[in-house]
């Protein structure tokens, strides 16, 4: 059964869900796991896109958009569709709903942020996960 982990900002914390999730795929790729980012807004993936590229000058995130690199190369993609099916290790969800496709992960990061629909979103998903039996953690996290 998918793991679900909820990491939220602190009240006081500076920052989005996507300096958020940057922090995340950080930390995660240090692990050794493979990544896919859940983003099916394209706005929204280009800005995670560029942010990925930036966020830290001392270290590098080798990521890119599904459709625009080699994704069995690239251990960190960003994908509105949830493809490749080939993925299972983490999922970060930064759409508002749940992803259809998450169980097939042994892990899924939700990271919310001081928006009050994105927060509004993110306490229904995890209404949702616990009604299907989902073990469910959450992470106060201070930027």
Known sequence: MT???FYSLAPNSQGDR??????LVERIHSSGAR???HCPDVEQARHL???LWTFREESF???GRVGQIDSELTP?????DGSPTTEHQVLINLAPDA????TRFARLCEPIDHDPAIRTAGRERFRQYRDQGHPLQH???QL
């Open 139 to 141: 992470h106060p996290v």
């Open 35 to 37: 990544v896919l980012i």
């Open 99 to 102: 992803p259809g496709f998450f």
């Open 76 to 80: 960190i993609l960003i994908s509105g």
């Open 18 to 23: 996507f300096i958020l999730t940057c922090r």
């Open 49 to 51: 896109d560029r942010l």
């Open 61 to 63: 995130l080798p990521h």
């Open 3 to 5: 793991r679900i982990d």
